[in-house]
């Protein structure tokens, strides 16, 4: 379940409910909600620039691997031949 803006849920609570520092308490709650915080991350530049690579002079010089995160349990099932 979510919740409405700050000033909105503020709205909400002041007409309904009341205790000592309920305002302050309520804006760090909404603003630490971990629910919120995934669904409202940043979207962008979240890693380095892309750099050249220079060509290896021998095999195995280099070895170049690529990463996934953040599967669903059914996605961890399948296997992806590269």
Known sequence: M?????D???ERVESTAWWPKWEQELGE????????????RKQGNKY???QH?????????TINMDWVKDLSQEAKKTTMPA
């Open 8 to 10: 909105r849920t503020k």
């Open 53 to 61: 690579i220079e060509d290896p002079k021998h095999p195995w010089e």
């Open 29 to 40: 709650y909404i603003n630490t909600c971990e629910r919120c915080q995934k669904a409202n």
């Open 48 to 50: 380095g620039l892309l």
């Open 2 to 6: 979510g919740h409405m803006s700050e």
